[in-house]
Each structure stands twice: as structure tokens, then as C-alpha cells.
């Protein structure tokens, strides 16, 4: 089945550095990527996803690039803010019709903490 | 558009009960899977649901099932409640068909005593 690693575990930046977070997958076929933040008592938010089909999408400050070849993924923070402080998770989608496929497989997060 | 609602919040339970978490998607979305996360293992997939039918099962054992209605709320049992099966339980929304974005709730906190 599908598996992910993330890394760092753990990520500690200066307010207005760049972030980044990298992920990779095993299964080539997985075709949905998105990331989550988590908020201290809260479910985790999407704030970005990409299809396989394509290379980078952009949303303001927040960045995910893939590589398919290499089978790996990252989430871009710049100018970062010290509400961007979180953890952060990326996951991976095989297609529906694959078995096991439909579930998100999780990485195993990353607490971003932007010092002021 | 309201978002996804988890019922209840925070759960206590002892040994041995079972206990019924709720959820309530995003009005029109179709799909709705549930998510066990603990410190230590992260975030698993338990179950997905789709128009009333299970379309995806995790690897957790027969205690954990679950249920979807005919208006998408979906809700999940546990029984015969383990020390282990304390966790944050969420449970995400997704529109369902090609559309993969998928929601989460604010989850419910199930501590087992």
C-alpha cells in the first residue's frame, strides 16, 4: 500500500524566513496531494493541494511543488508569520478505482514554530 | 456554507463501554471518511462512506464500525472500549466523485478510562 514520510518532525524559522516541508510516497500511481495545518485543538485545515498533473501551484505565500519522477512533494511557506506556527501534514490519494484508493495516507507531521 | 460538524466534543468512557460519535457534513457533500489520531501513530484512515455504502476500510479491528444515512450524517461506533482507543477522532467531508478535497471537523476527543 500507499506509505509517506514527511520531514523535518520539526521546523523552527525567524518570522519572515521561508518554510519548507518535504514529503515522498512510494505508490507512483497516487494522484492527489494535498496539505493540512493544525491548530492546537482543532481538525486539521486544507490550505493547498495539487493533482498529479501538474507541477507547482501557488496561493499567495504558500507553495507546493511535485515531483513525480522522484516521487516526492513540498509545501513552500515564505514570509513567514508567527500565526503560520502549526503542524503541518501532507498526505497522498491513489486513484478511486485502485484498491485500497479513495483514503488519504498521512504523513507524520511537522511543527512549524515561527519565533517573532 | 457551514462546515463539518463533530458531536459530541469531548468524550470519557471506561473500559469495556462503547460509545457513538456523530457527523455532519458539508451541506451536498456525499462522501464522508473517519480518521483516528493519536500522538503515536499519527493520522489513520478507519472508514469512508459514500452514499450510504462503505466504500473503504482501514486495518482496525471489528470493534470499529460505522454508518451513513440517507441525508450523508455518518457515525461511527466503537465497542467493547480499549485504553488504547483513546484518540481524536475526525471525521472530513469530501464532495465526493473526481473531487478529492476533503474537510475535517474539529474531531471529538474520546479519553478511555
Known amino acids: 500500500g500507499e506509505n509517506v514520510e514527511q520531514h523535518p518532525s520539526t521546523l523552527s524559522v525567524q518570522e519572515g524566513d521561508s518554510a519548507v516541508i518535504k514529503c515522498t510516497y512510494s505508490d507512483s500511481a497516487s494522484n492527489y496531494f494535498p496539505w493540512y495545518k493544525q491548530e492546537l485543538g482543532k481538525g486539521p485545515q486544507l490550505i493547498i493541494d495539487i493533482r498529479s498533473n501538474v507541477g507547482e501551484k501557488k496561493d499567495q505565500r504558500i507553495a507546493v511543488t511535485l515531483n513525480k519522477t522522484a516521487k516526492h512533494f513540498s509545501l513552500h511557506i515564505t514570509e513567514t508569520q508567527p500565526e503560520d506556527s502549526a503542524v503541518y501534514f501532507c498526505a497522498a490519494r491513489l486513484p478511486l478505482f485502485y484498491n485500497q484508493g479513495g483514503k488519504l495516507i498521512f504523513g507524520q507531521g511537522t511543527e512549524l514554530s515561527v519565533k517573532p | 456554507k457551514a462546515g463539518v460538524t463533530q458531536t459530541p466534543r469531548y468524550l470519557i468512557k471506561t473500559r469495556g463501554q462503547q460509545v457513538t460519535l456523530s457527523c455532519s457534513p458539508i451541506s451536498g457533500h456525499r462522501s464522508v471518511s473517519w480518521y483516528q489520531q493519536t500522538p503515536g501513530q499519527g493520522l489513520q484512515f478507519l472508514f469512508e462512506?459514500?452514499?450510504?455504502?462503505?466504500?473503504n476500510k482501514g486495518n482496525f479491528p471489528g470493534r470499529f464500525s460505522g454508518r451513513q444515512f440517507s441525508n450523508s450524517r455518518s457515525e461511527m461506533n466503537v465497542s467493547t472500549l480499549e485504553l488504547g482507543d483513546s484518540a481524536l477522532y475526525l471525521c472530513?467531508?469530501?464532495?465526493?466523485?473526481?473531487?478529492?478535497?476533503?474537510?475535517f471537523g474539529q474531531g471529538t476527543r474520546l479519553t478511555v478510562v
Open positions: 462512506y459514500f452514499s450510504e455504502t462503505q466504500r
Open positions: 472530513a467531508s469530501s464532495p465526493g466523485g473526481v473531487r478529492a478535497d476533503a474537510f
